[in-house]
C-alpha cells in the first residue's frame, strides 16, 4: 500500500511538471506570435498551480507590458526580483516599465537598505529557522563532546556554536520583525480611490492611487487594506485594487 502511494504521488509530480513545461512552452509560443494576452493566461495558470520562477515572472511581465497594464508588470518583475534580487533582467525592465507609470513616486536610494532587502529576500524565514535547527543539532552534538572528551578542542567548539546560535537567532528575529515591516502591494486597478475609513459609504474620499504604484500594507480587512505610500499620503483602499509582493 505505501508503495502504491509514494507511485502515486511520484506520477502525479510527474504530470504536473509536464503540465506547467507545456503552459510555459505554449505561452512562450503565443509571446513570439504577439498574441500577449493568450501568452498571459499561460503563465497565469502556472501560477494558479503554485509554482513559481524566475523566469516565469520575466515573461509575465513582458507580456503585461505589451499590454501597456504597466501595474500588473510592475507587480510580475517585482515579484521576479524577491527570487533573484539581482537579476539585471528583471532590473532593466522593472526601471523601463517604471518610466510609463502615472504618478510615479519611489523612495530615493539607500545603499545601505538595498543591501539590507537582499540578504533578507535571499532567504525565506522558514529556511532561517532550518539554518537555526542544524545551528542547534551542532551545538548538541559539540556539547556532548566536550563532555565526553573534556579538551579545549571541544570546549571553543561549544562556545563558537553557542555565539553563532545567538546571531542566527537574532538574524532569524529580525528578518522576521523586517517582513512583518516591510509589507508591500502594487497598485493594479486604474485610478484606485484612497478612503479615511474602510467603509464605501461612511469613508470619506481622499485621493487617488494611479496603477503600478508601490504601496505599504499596514493592516487589513476581509476586503480593505490600509497603506500608505512614499509620499506619506495612507488611507483605505480595496483589497482587489491591489497585488501583494511576498
Known sequence: ????????????????????????????????????????ENYEKILDKNYFSEDLYLNLGNAYFKESNFGLARWSYEMGLILNPVSSDLKNNNNINKAYIEGYIELPNNNILDLINIFFQSFSLNQFILINSIIILITALSFFLMKVFQTNLFIRLFFSMITILFVSILITFTKNMWD????????????????????????????????????????KTDSWIEVSAYDGRKGWIRALDVRNLN
Open 1 to 40: 500500500m505505501f508503495k502504491i502511494l509514494i507511485l502515486i504521488f511520484f506520477n502525479s509530480t510527474i504530470i504536473l511538471s509536464q503540465n506547467i513545461d507545456e503552459l510555459f512552452y505554449e505561452g512562450n509560443k503565443f509571446y513570439s506570435q504577439n498574441q500577449f494576452k493568450k501568452a498571459i
Open 180 to 219: 512583518q515591516n516591510n509589507n508591500f502591494a502594487i497598485i493594479v486597478s486604474e485610478d484606485t480611490i484612497m478612503y479615511s475609513a474602510p467603509f464605501l459609504n461612511k469613508g470619506i474620499q481622499q485621493s487617488i492611487f494611479y496603477n503600478g504604484n508601490k504601496v505599504k500594507i499596514h493592516q
